[in-house]
């Protein structure tokens, strides 16, 4: 079973149930499979599991020698006799060379599978930016349609009131006006929300995307911020893949503190000498002496090893805090939610009560115009509240694996050291 797999098969059986304003888990994961970075990932982990299997067997390879000499004889009988030789040889690994060689092949797949689970997190995020962004408009599309159905009622309610000699002629031409706003309004609405859905299908052609209109109320994230921060980094991709590339140059430092004594190789040869009458078969041994280059090699990889381990702290250290910053801010804005939803409210309160009361014979047409604008607004700004708010509260489960299984498990075995 390959690595895709595996992945699949924890990503169908760890998803949680779906919610209505989320895209369904099962599409989701899929898409964020397909996706351009994660693809890379995917063939880059698959490559350098390849290569690490090379690691692991070695570099050492077979050399194989002939030689064709003409011996000439000065002395009494002078002759000239052909010779000839064959060699072969090869390079010999110690144990000591091959074990290092084997960790840096065992730390360069675990870098691999840490870069792939980054590339698959980072895709997960783009695509809740995306279909928040998307939400976002298609929500506002939802009421600007109601609010264009209410202006075409509210017409109506002109014009009836008008026949009943109730109102004059001139209330129409507002009320048109009005109309005609709205209709401009909820057209570029509209037109946006395709725009946002059709950003969100460029990068996930296969996702399904639909909105039913209905938005759940905001729930304020439990627990503080501490505790959603260490979550956070418990299976923050991002710190795996800065730790685990520390791990890769810590490897080849010790790979190359191996390489910086002499490479042995040994061999066999058959000489065939003095035209035949000769043959000789032994048994050579060589040493590849190492220069100066070998200790600069070492010495540069121990520096990046060490600049990586620091890196890797500041990468926690600011992981850590823009988590407490994004739990805070989830916070925030769920209150901020419930008080827009508390003021919406009351705007619409008040714009039902002016609309009834004018289809009643009393205030003016000013009045509920008014009044219906400001309900608009505050409607508006509730819901780009909420919205904001869930998209907040899906960003925190995301990144503590709460929302869709983004662990990536990868066929390794034999390839750890």
Known sequence: MNAMRILALALAFAAPAHAGHLPDPQAAEAAMLESAAVMQARGDLAAQGLRS??????????????????????????????????????????????????????????????????????????????????????????????????????????????????????????????????????????????????????????????????????????????AHADAVLAHNHELARARRHADVLQAETRQLTQRRSADPSVGVFYRNEAGGNERVVGLNLGLTLPGAARRFDEQAAAQSSTTARVAALRIEQRLRTEARADFEAARARAANWQHADQAAQALSEAARLAARAYSLGEGSLDQVLLTQRLALEGRLQARLAQVSALAADARLKLDTHRLWALDVVAETEGQHP
Do not use: K
Request: charged share 25%; hydrophobic share 45%; aromatic share 6%.
């Open 53 to 226: 299997q090379g690691l692991q067997r070695g570099f050492e390879e077979w050399t194989v020698g002939a030689e064709l000499a003409q011996r000439r004889i000065q002395t009494v009988p002078r002759d000239n006799e052909g010779e000839w030789a064959l060699s072969l040889a090869r390079g010999v690994r110690l144990p000591a060379r091959a074990a290092a060689d084997r960790a840096l092949a065992g730390a360069r797949i675990a870098y691999a599978e840490a870069n792939l689970g980054e590339a698959v997190h980072e895709s997960g995020r783009r695509l809740l930016a995306l279909w928040f962004d998307w939400l976002t408009e298609a929500s506002q599309a939802t009421l600007w349609e109601e609010q264009f159905a209410m202006a075409e009622r509210q017409l109506g309610v002109v014009e009836s009131r008008i026949r009943l000699g109730e109102a004059p002629r001139a209330e129409r031409v507002n009320a048109e006006a009005a109309l005609a706003q709205v209709r401009l309004q909820q057209q570029q609405s509209a037109t946006r929300t395709q725009q946002a859905r059709s950003r969100l299908l460029a990068e996930y052609p296969a996702l399904p995307v639909a909105f039913d209109g209905a938005l759940p109320a905001p729930q304020v994230p439990q627990g503080d911020a501490d």
